[in-house]
């Protein structure tokens, strides 16, 4: 359900740009037009705007000229599966909820598909000291810090949880106790938590050698700081059509230089470029592994996930990339940790 519906609610003379700036700060993507404290009057979404604007109105015209005014509604005494079949039944992501009188109650959204069960393995590293974050990783792990409502690892296992995985495997060493402590084995959350327990550092990928149990499909090592929106699904399904090894998430990164930029032969320039920009693509800490790759890790021995990835290249066998373009931060400074609080809501909430 969508909380705080009066958030969303506008009188119907609001100009068309109040009524933007209520759909941006909410992010979801639909403004409801009340009179008289309660009684809906229409529904305005993106699309409604988009055609105000094409037949050339303007950002002042009120919200009446161009609301839907006969908006599909529920009856707030329905069952909640009747709610969900009219949404699928016109299309709909929200569906307003009306008593008797007419007046709305609440705001329902169209719930996502359930996702089959998948036994595929999820490691999460989460045994970092967060040194970068300090004072606030002082005396509680960085995978502990909350980012919006919640801490940072429930909003990671949740999100693959959400996607029909379960079996998860917590790479922990500093102030380890409190991960096993809040996570335990995972039923509040509906999934299996196993724990590896690291007696000393051993990188982003050494602690694999310690697995008890070799996993008989590929799985996913993923570091305990990392946020995002990517679909594991569609991952999964990449890494087997491209047949490989290993696959590394890659997300794009944009650098300007400052200044502008001269090309030089010897002495004599060639071209100028005024603050130009650079692009690369950078490890976003997400990975899809086939068991084997697990035989070139050494045995209890600091070994990153750089090390193995280039150990892999080196022998020569299938290495693939996989573009993340959905929402990605790692929150590794303090900078990155008060942005996620800020895109917490949009994404997670």
Same mark, same amino acid.
């Given at each position: 359900?969508?909380?705080?519906?009066k958030?969303?609610a506008? =009188?119907?003379t609001?100009?068309?740009?109040?009524?933007?700036?209520?759909?941006? %700060?909410?992010?979801?993507?639909?403004?409801?037009?009340?009179?008289?404290g309660?009684?809906?009057?229409g529904?305005?979404?993106?699309g409604?705007?988009?055609r105000?604007?094409?037949?050339?109105d303007?950002?002042?015209?009120?919200?009446?000229?161009?609301?839907?005014?006969? !908006?599909i509604t529920g009856?707030v005494?329905e069952? !909640?599966?009747?709610?969900?079949?009219?949404?699928?039944?016109?299309?709909?992501?929200? +569906?307003?909820?009306?008593?008797?009188? @007419?007046? #709305?109650?609440?705001l329902?959204?169209?719930?996502?598909?359930?996702?089959? =069960?998948?036994?595929n393995m999820?490691?999460l590293m989460?045994g @970092?000291?967060?040194t970068?974050l300090?004072p +606030?990783t002082?005396?509680? =792990?960085?995978?502990l810090l909350?980012? *919006?409502e919640?801490?940072i #690892?429930?909003?990671?296992?949740?999100?693959?949880?959400?996607? *029909?995985?379960?079996?998860?495997?917590?790479?922990?060493?500093?102030?380890g %106790?409190? #991960?096993?402590?809040?996570? *335990?084995?995972g039923?509040?959350?509906?999934?299996?938590?196993d724990?590896?327990?690291e007696?000393k550092?051993?990188?982003?990928? @050494?602690?694999?050698?310690?697995?008890?149990?070799?996993p008989d499909k590929?799985?996913?090592?993923m570091n305990?700081?990392v946020?995002?929106?990517v679909?594991?699904?569609?991952?999964l399904?990449?890494?087997?059509?491209?047949?490989?090894?290993?696959t590394?998430?890659v997300r794009?990164?944009?650098y300007?230089?400052p200044?502008?930029v001269?090309?030089l032969?010897q002495?004599?320039?060639?071209d100028?470029?005024?603050?130009?920009?650079?692009y690369?693509?950078?490890?976003?800490?997400?990975?899809?592994?086939?068991p084997?790759?697990?035989?070139?890790?050494?045995?209890? %021995?600091?070994?990153d996930m750089?090390?193995?990835?280039?150990?892999l290249?080196t022998?020569?066998?299938?290495v693939?990339?996989?573009?993340l373009?959905?929402?990605w931060?790692?929150?590794g400074r303090?900078?990155?940790?008060?942005?996620?609080?800020?895109d917490?809501?949009?994404?997670?909430g």
């Amino acid at each position: 359900m969508a909380k705080h519906w009066k958030s969303i609610a506008v =009188p119907s003379t609001a100009s068309m740009r109040t009524v933007m700036s209520v759909i941006d %700060e909410s992010a979801m993507q639909i403004a409801l037009v009340i009179d008289d404290g309660c009684h809906l009057q229409g529904t305005i979404t993106d699309g409604d705007i988009r055609r105000a604007l094409l037949r050339g109105d303007s950002l002042d015209t009120p919200v009446s000229r161009f609301m839907n005014s006969n !908006p599909i509604t529920g009856l707030v005494d329905e069952d !909640p599966h009747i709610w969900q079949r009219t949404m699928e039944r016109y299309t709909l992501q929200h +569906l307003p909820l009306l008593d008797a009188n @007419g007046c #709305i109650q609440e705001l329902v959204r169209k719930a996502q598909p359930k996702e089959p =069960p998948r036994d595929n393995m999820v490691v999460l590293m989460a045994g @970092g000291m967060g040194t970068r974050l300090r004072p +606030l990783t002082q005396q509680r =792990p960085k995978p502990l810090l909350k980012v *919006g409502e919640k801490p940072i #690892i429930q909003t990671i296992i949740e999100n693959f949880s959400s996607q *029909g995985f379960h079996n998860f495997v917590l790479c922990i060493n500093y102030q380890g %106790e409190q #991960i096993k402590s809040f996570c *335990g084995n995972g039923r509040q959350w509906g999934v299996k938590i196993d724990y590896i327990e690291e007696k000393k550092r051993l990188g982003t990928a @050494g602690a694999l050698s310690l697995l008890t149990a070799r996993p008989d499909k590929p799985f996913f090592v993923m570091n305990g700081d990392v946020l995002t929106k990517v679909d594991f699904v569609r991952l999964l399904g990449f890494h087997e059509k491209q047949q490989n090894i290993a696959t590394m998430c890659v997300r794009e990164y944009r650098y300007q230089i400052p200044y502008g930029v001269v090309k030089l032969d010897q002495h004599r320039i060639i071209d100028l470029k005024e603050k130009p920009v650079e692009y690369y693509n950078v490890n976003a800490g997400v990975y899809f592994l086939e068991p084997t790759v697990l035989d070139r890790i050494p045995k209890n %021995e600091y070994f990153d996930m750089t090390q193995l990835f280039e150990k892999l290249i080196t022998d020569n066998v299938q290495v693939g990339s996989f573009p993340l373009r959905e929402y990605w931060v790692d929150v590794g400074r303090m900078e990155d940790y008060e942005q996620a609080h800020m895109d917490y809501a949009v994404h997670f909430g």
